[in-house]
């Protein structure tokens, strides 16, 4: 090449990666902006979830462990809000714990979002309660696995747990009809799959970050009923949940995984680019050696 | 250091050889002789009546509801058992029966099964709780150990009228001393076990093994060369997690090498941590390693300082660190979650030359991805072995190959049997298939 | 001494608490649990080594002028206001037996307004990050490579509506070609078998280690050599 000039192949070459990165805030923003929303369809690995919720008669019992945090809460609170709304829609008993420290503010964000906003007459206590945060990991399911109240002797606001209509029938995990671990780490669904589904033979679901799919699949369909995987399996969750129940649709806190499907697949599509602009550039490159070579 | 030239060496430090051999003698010899010791099921033969009776009302309108139906009870559950629950820490007693001839979902006669106790055989007998129709198993929690407890069953229908089974007991619950549902788990640890203290053994015996070169753990003396000559520091991390994570542990007997190799070039090394517990460790460990290149003093505490136990809190940090101080040379050694690409990436932008290692199966793609060598898996738990050259860790990679081998045995012939079994449909072949994954089930 | 005591205690409890997974009886049952609890009653304590270290780092810092001083001050202010609001319950009901997270107290304002936020924008670092990793990265420069770089492709196509959209025409004998089909199949087989030998590998280097450090054989972390 001569001196001084620049191919197509130096720029890409030499491109700084804040252009990528400001590439891909856009592929991010623009779809939020404009709305960009794609219809989702619903996988059978977590249509099985919503079958079996629909499947229990009402007053059954599922316990929702919120087992994360901030960090990972654009992916896990979506999930975790469209259970609770579901469970509530079909009247089941919604009871909230968490084995993360971190669990509680979300268990907070989706009383004030799905609780108060859509189902203002689900009364504490009769329909739905806040166990709260215990600290011990898979210890403490190990614990509540046999007896519940031992290590539960009050709810998140230190009313003595026998007061509560909807804890006098439950002595531990048995009692419940489904565990349901929204989880990002450790302790998080394996360990729930392990502790509690395996022993106890009670059905586990679990709703995890994208990252943390793939090492779940082993455990379903016989030891986790079904797994909603990051942004896409909260999506789908909401979307099975729309279709059954179309006075969910157009709420924006009923679809937020769905409307942040759009983002996810531009974004996925400018990651693609790069790489085939990328590999573009390198096979480029490399043939330009090639002939360097042979000159 | 010779090799020992006796079969057996009885130096003090080998003792503990002998005694860990010992030990698993007695546990084999325990495991083979322990359903004998353990078997302490007890269903005597049965007392009290054979006739089905009602339970005694306790108002006049139940007590003539009672009588109304008196005549038409469900037929009770038969073959009633009660024993101490098997391989439990005690409290808990098992009963099973089988279920009543009237329990057809279809005619909804049952409703389900109480279960009564008594400390005595004549009673008075208490319901403790009641069961689903079709269930002919319940576990009672509530026991004290060493007391004696009766049972009946009783099949209820409407209006509280029960056909209530035999009397059984006593059964008294006791702790067990060995988990027999675990005793495929023991095997296959015992085995495992053997075979590192084996390979060990025979390093210290002089003998020449043969372990593959790992191309991450060669480049360490490379890198810390590198920023040697570049005069910049090298920054070493140890994971996210505490000291009794065992990635920390491998991670922190790396910084051990790493910290010998930045003492004889007298290079700055910086290692912050997320945990208390891992900077006092670390600190033990640097500055004993300072020491035994005869370089203390090179070495100052505050070259290992803690951050914060939050990770993104620390994240931030250490890529603070990493922009302003830019070291020549990465280190990622231990437990890593989402932060791994953050770290990778930063340190990437830098030029720094970056060697990680991780046991987190979900991290290492991003390592791969973003880093010049990466430790996979076991690569990081065999790096201090390595790094140091001394034969019984050396051995000890060894004997993790043994664990390695029968995994494999087993994978390929559980594999073959299944797929033969699906295919031809023999019933044998299926038998023997379902009979190698239970066999490699754990029940807790 | 220094290293045989530390070397005689971790034998004497690795060997108990590996006991106590098979044996169910007293007072082993409950080892692991009361062991995990007084493992976290020392990690809370050693706060305090972390804490002074921290201040004691940031402090000097501070005192001598040193580079980039001015965000130890950042440092030392939030560490100090955390911990003070926290422990105090500042603005919370009602005071020091309240709740630290209470509706109204100053800690969980805190936690709402520069925790949350900042710990989800450190997060959010990832998807750039993942951008110019893959960018680097993913070459196809050998067949491996190459299979690599079309197994990402599918799956980041299958983990979007996108991926339904562009094989939902394909007839019924072909839907094993649906992206989301090829995706989540990529994810269930290929890449768990590796994930799968992978974590065989990392459980033996585990009790290899473990018995390493119960038996003394590894005992750099005590900053002695294996002898």
């Given at each position: 090449m001569a001196k001084g000039k620049r191919d197509i192949v130096d720029i890409l070459k030499a491109m700084d990666r804040r252009v990528i990165f400001l590439l891909i805030a856009l592929s991010v923003i623009i779809p939020l902006v404009f709305h960009l929303v794609f219809s989702v369809r619903t996988s059978p690995i977590v249509q099985a979830i919503f079958d079996k919720m629909e499947s229990l008669p009402p007053g059954s019992k599922v316990l929702v462990s919120f087992d994360y945090g901030p960090s990972t809460a654009p992916e896990n609170q979506p999930m975790a809000e469209a259970i609770a709304r579901h469970a509530l829609q079909r009247d089941l008993k919604l009871y909230f714990m968490a084995v993360w420290a971190t669990g509680p503010p979300q268990t907070e964000l989706l009383i004030a979002d799905v609780i108060n906003a859509d189902f203002p007459k689900k009364a504490y206590g009769k329909d739905w309660i806040n166990l709260g945060f215990k600290a011990g990991n898979q210890g403490l399911i190990n614990a509540i696995l046999l007896d519940l109240k031992s290590m539960y002797t009050t709810d998140v606001h230190g009313a003595p747990i026998n007061s509560f209509e909807m804890m006098k029938d439950v002595q531990n995990l048995t009692d419940m009809a489904l565990i349901v671990c929204i989880g990002s780490g450790f302790p998080g669904v394996r360990e729930w799959v392990q502790f509690a589904g395996d022993p106890g033979d009670i059905p586990v679901a679990g709703g995890v970050t994208a990252v943390e799919a793939p090492l779940l699949y082993p455990y379903y369909p016989r030891q986790l009923l079904g797994l909603l995987g990051g942004l896409q399996g909260a999506a789908e969750y909401e979307a099975a949940l729309v279709k059954a129940y179309p006075q969910f649709k157009g709420r924006a806190n009923s679809e937020q995984a769905v409307q942040l499907m759009g983002p996810q697949t531009v974004a996925h599509l400018v990651i693609i680019a790069f790489v085939i602009v990328g590999n573009v550039a390198f096979f480029a490159e490399r043939r330009r050696l090639a002939r360097a070579k042979k000159a | 250091m010779t090799p020992c030239s006796r079969k057996f060496c009885c130096r003090p430090r080998d003792s503990k050889l002998s005694l860990v051999l010992l030990s698993i003698f007695f546990a084999l010899a325990f495991l083979l002789v322990q359903p004998v010791l353990t078997l302490n099921a007890e269903t005597l033969p049965t007392t009290g009546s054979s006739e089905p009776e009602s339970i005694q009302a306790t108002s006049q309108s139940a007590q003539s509801t009672l009588e109304s139906i008196q005549a038409a009870p469900p037929a009770p559950p038969t073959n009633v058992r009660a024993f101490d629950t098997p391989s439990d820490q005690g409290g808990m007693m098992t009963i099973n029966w089988t279920k009543s001839t009237d329990d057809v979902p279809a005619t909804g006669k049952v409703m389900g099964y109480v279960i009564y106790r008594s400390e005595a055989p004549g009673g008075p007998f208490e319901p403790i709780s009641s069961v689903a129709l079709q269930t002919e198993e319940y576990l009672d929690t509530s026991v004290r150990d060493n007391v004696p407890y009766y049972y009946r069953v009783g099949a209820a229908a409407q209006g509280q009228v029960v056909g209530l089974s035999e009397i059984v007991g006593p059964a008294v619950s006791k702790q067990q001393w060995f988990n027999t549902r675990k005793s495929n788990l023991l095997a296959i640890a015992l085995i495992i076990a053997i075979a590192i203290l084996w390979f060990v053994y025979q390093a210290r015996a002089g003998k020449k093994l043969y372990i593959r070169r790992i191309a991450g753990i060669e480049a360490v003396e490379e890198a810390v060369g590198r920023a040697t000559e570049m005069g910049k520091p090298i920054?070493?991390?140890?994971?996210?997690?505490?000291?009794?994570?065992?990635?920390?542990?491998?991670?922190?007997?790396?910084?051990?090498?790493?910290?010998?190799?930045?003492?004889?070039?007298?290079?700055?090394?910086?290692?912050?941590?997320?945990?208390?517990?891992?900077?006092?460790?670390?600190?033990?460990?640097?500055?004993?390693?300072?020491?035994?290149?005869?370089?203390?003093?090179?070495?100052?505490?505050?070259?290992?300082?803690?951050?914060?136990?939050?990770?993104?809190?620390?994240?931030?940090?250490?890529?603070?660190?990493?922009?302003?101080?830019?070291?020549?040379?990465?280190?990622?050694?231990?437990?890593?979650?989402?932060?791994?690409?953050?770290?990778?990436?930063?340190?990437?932008?830098?030029?720094?030359?970056?060697?990680?290692?991780?046991?987190?199966?979900?991290?290492?793609?991003?390592?791969?991805?973003?880093?010049?060598?990466?430790?996979?898996?076991?690569?990081?738990?065999?790096?201090?072995?390595?790094?140091?050259?001394?034969?019984?860790?050396?051995?000890?990679?060894?004997?993790?190959?043994?664990?390695?081998?029968?995994?494999?045995?087993?994978?390929?012939?559980?594999?073959?049997?299944?797929?033969?079994?699906?295919?031809?449909g023999s019933d044998t072949i299926v038998v023997i298939s379902d009979w190698l994954k239970n066999l490699f089930t754990l029940n807790f | 001494m220094k290293v045989q005591v530390p070397l005689v205690i971790t034998f004497i409890v690795g060997f108990a608490l590996i006991a106590a997974i098979f044996v169910p009886h007293d007072p082993f049952h409950a080892m692991d649990q009361n062991f995990s609890i007084y493992f976290d009653l020392i990690a809370v304590f050693a706060f305090i080594l972390g804490g002074g270290n921290l201040l004691k780092i940031h402090g000097n810092k501070i005192w001598k002028r040193g580079r980039d001083w001015k965000y130890s001050i950042v440092t030392v202010v939030g560490f100090l206001m955390m911990m003070i609001v926290g422990t105090f319950k500042l603005g919370g009901p009602p005071?020091?037996?309240?709740?630290?997270?209470?509706?109204?107290?100053?800690?969980?304002?805190?936690?709402?307004?520069?925790?949350?936020?900042?710990?989800?924008?450190?997060?959010?670092?990832?998807?750039?990050?993942?951008?110019?990793?893959?960018?680097?990265?993913?070459?196809?420069?050998?067949?491996?490579?190459?299979?690599?770089?079309?197994?990402?492709?599918?799956?980041?196509?299958?983990?979007?509506?996108?991926?339904?959209?562009?094989?939902?025409?394909?007839?019924?004998?072909?839907?094993?070609?649906?992206?989301?089909?090829?995706?989540?199949?990529?994810?269930?087989?290929?890449s768990m078998a590796g994930q799968r030998a992978i974590m065989i590998g990392i459980a033996l280097g585990i009790i290899s280690t473990s018995l390493k450090l119960i038996l003394g054989i590894e005992r750099s972390y005590l900053g002695g050599e294996g002898k």
């Amino acid at each position: 090449m001569a001196k001084g000039k620049r191919d197509i192949v130096d720029i890409l070459k030499a491109m700084d990666r804040r252009v990528i990165f400001l590439l891909i805030a856009l592929s991010v923003i623009i779809p939020l902006v404009f709305h960009l929303v794609f219809s989702v369809r619903t996988s059978p690995i977590v249509q099985a979830i919503f079958d079996k919720m629909e499947s229990l008669p009402p007053g059954s019992k599922v316990l929702v462990s919120f087992d994360y945090g901030p960090s990972t809460a654009p992916e896990n609170q979506p999930m975790a809000e469209a259970i609770a709304r579901h469970a509530l829609q079909r009247d089941l008993k919604l009871y909230f714990m968490a084995v993360w420290a971190t669990g509680p503010p979300q268990t907070e964000l989706l009383i004030a979002d799905v609780i108060n906003a859509d189902f203002p007459k689900k009364a504490y206590g009769k329909d739905w309660i806040n166990l709260g945060f215990k600290a011990g990991n898979q210890g403490l399911i190990n614990a509540i696995l046999l007896d519940l109240k031992s290590m539960y002797t009050t709810d998140v606001h230190g009313a003595p747990i026998n007061s509560f209509e909807m804890m006098k029938d439950v002595q531990n995990l048995t009692d419940m009809a489904l565990i349901v671990c929204i989880g990002s780490g450790f302790p998080g669904v394996r360990e729930w799959v392990q502790f509690a589904g395996d022993p106890g033979d009670i059905p586990v679901a679990g709703g995890v970050t994208a990252v943390e799919a793939p090492l779940l699949y082993p455990y379903y369909p016989r030891q986790l009923l079904g797994l909603l995987g990051g942004l896409q399996g909260a999506a789908e969750y909401e979307a099975a949940l729309v279709k059954a129940y179309p006075q969910f649709k157009g709420r924006a806190n009923s679809e937020q995984a769905v409307q942040l499907m759009g983002p996810q697949t531009v974004a996925h599509l400018v990651i693609i680019a790069f790489v085939i602009v990328g590999n573009v550039a390198f096979f480029a490159e490399r043939r330009r050696l090639a002939r360097a070579k042979k000159a | 250091m010779t090799p020992c030239s006796r079969k057996f060496c009885c130096r003090p430090r080998d003792s503990k050889l002998s005694l860990v051999l010992l030990s698993i003698f007695f546990a084999l010899a325990f495991l083979l002789v322990q359903p004998v010791l353990t078997l302490n099921a007890e269903t005597l033969p049965t007392t009290g009546s054979s006739e089905p009776e009602s339970i005694q009302a306790t108002s006049q309108s139940a007590q003539s509801t009672l009588e109304s139906i008196q005549a038409a009870p469900p037929a009770p559950p038969t073959n009633v058992r009660a024993f101490d629950t098997p391989s439990d820490q005690g409290g808990m007693m098992t009963i099973n029966w089988t279920k009543s001839t009237d329990d057809v979902p279809a005619t909804g006669k049952v409703m389900g099964y109480v279960i009564y106790r008594s400390e005595a055989p004549g009673g008075p007998f208490e319901p403790i709780s009641s069961v689903a129709l079709q269930t002919e198993e319940y576990l009672d929690t509530s026991v004290r150990d060493n007391v004696p407890y009766y049972y009946r069953v009783g099949a209820a229908a409407q209006g509280q009228v029960v056909g209530l089974s035999e009397i059984v007991g006593p059964a008294v619950s006791k702790q067990q001393w060995f988990n027999t549902r675990k005793s495929n788990l023991l095997a296959i640890a015992l085995i495992i076990a053997i075979a590192i203290l084996w390979f060990v053994y025979q390093a210290r015996a002089g003998k020449k093994l043969y372990i593959r070169r790992i191309a991450g753990i060669e480049a360490v003396e490379e890198a810390v060369g590198r920023a040697t000559e570049m005069g910049k520091p090298i920054l070493f991390i140890p994971g996210i997690q505490d000291m009794d994570n065992v990635q920390t542990v491998a991670g922190l007997s790396i910084l051990a090498s790493v910290g010998k190799l930045a003492a004889q070039y007298e290079t700055k090394l910086d290692v912050p941590v997320s945990r208390s517990l891992v900077m006092s460790t670390a600190r033990e460990t640097l500055k004993q390693a300072y020491l035994s290149v005869g370089r203390p003093d090179l070495y100052t505490d505050d070259s290992v300082y803690y951050v914060t136990d939050e990770q993104f809190g620390y994240v931030a940090a250490v890529d603070g660190i990493m922009v302003r101080e830019r070291p020549a040379t990465c280190f990622y050694m231990g437990a890593f979650f989402a932060e791994s690409l953050i770290l990778a990436e930063t340190g990437n932008s830098i030029g720094a030359i970056q060697i990680a290692g991780t046991a987190m199966p979900t991290q290492l793609p991003f390592f791969v991805a973003a880093c010049d060598y990466t430790l996979i898996g076991e690569e990081l738990f065999a790096a201090s072995a390595y790094l140091s050259k001394d034969e019984r860790m050396i051995g000890s990679l060894k004997g993790q190959d043994v664990g390695k081998g029968i995994a494999m045995f087993f994978i390929l012939l559980g594999t073959l049997l299944a797929t033969i079994g699906a295919v031809s449909g023999s019933d044998t072949i299926v038998v023997i298939s379902d009979w190698l994954k239970n066999l490699f089930t754990l029940n807790f | 001494m220094k290293v045989q005591v530390p070397l005689v205690i971790t034998f004497i409890v690795g060997f108990a608490l590996i006991a106590a997974i098979f044996v169910p009886h007293d007072p082993f049952h409950a080892m692991d649990q009361n062991f995990s609890i007084y493992f976290d009653l020392i990690a809370v304590f050693a706060f305090i080594l972390g804490g002074g270290n921290l201040l004691k780092i940031h402090g000097n810092k501070i005192w001598k002028r040193g580079r980039d001083w001015k965000y130890s001050i950042v440092t030392v202010v939030g560490f100090l206001m955390m911990m003070i609001v926290g422990t105090f319950k500042l603005g919370g009901p009602p005071g020091l037996t309240g709740d630290v997270a209470a509706d109204g107290s100053w800690f969980k304002f805190m936690y709402d307004s520069i925790f949350v936020p900042l710990q989800s924008t450190m997060f959010s670092l990832l998807a750039f990050f993942v951008a110019s990793a893959s960018y680097r990265a993913f070459r196809a420069k050998t067949k491996e490579a190459t299979i690599l770089l079309i197994a990402a492709f599918i799956i980041l196509i299958g983990r979007t509506p996108l991926g339904h959209y562009l094989t939902a025409w394909l007839p019924q004998p072909l839907q094993f070609l649906h992206i989301p089909n090829l995706s989540n199949w990529i994810l269930s087989f290929p890449s768990m078998a590796g994930q799968r030998a992978i974590m065989i590998g990392i459980a033996l280097g585990i009790i290899s280690t473990s018995l390493k450090l119960i038996l003394g054989i590894e005992r750099s972390y005590l900053g002695g050599e294996g002898k």
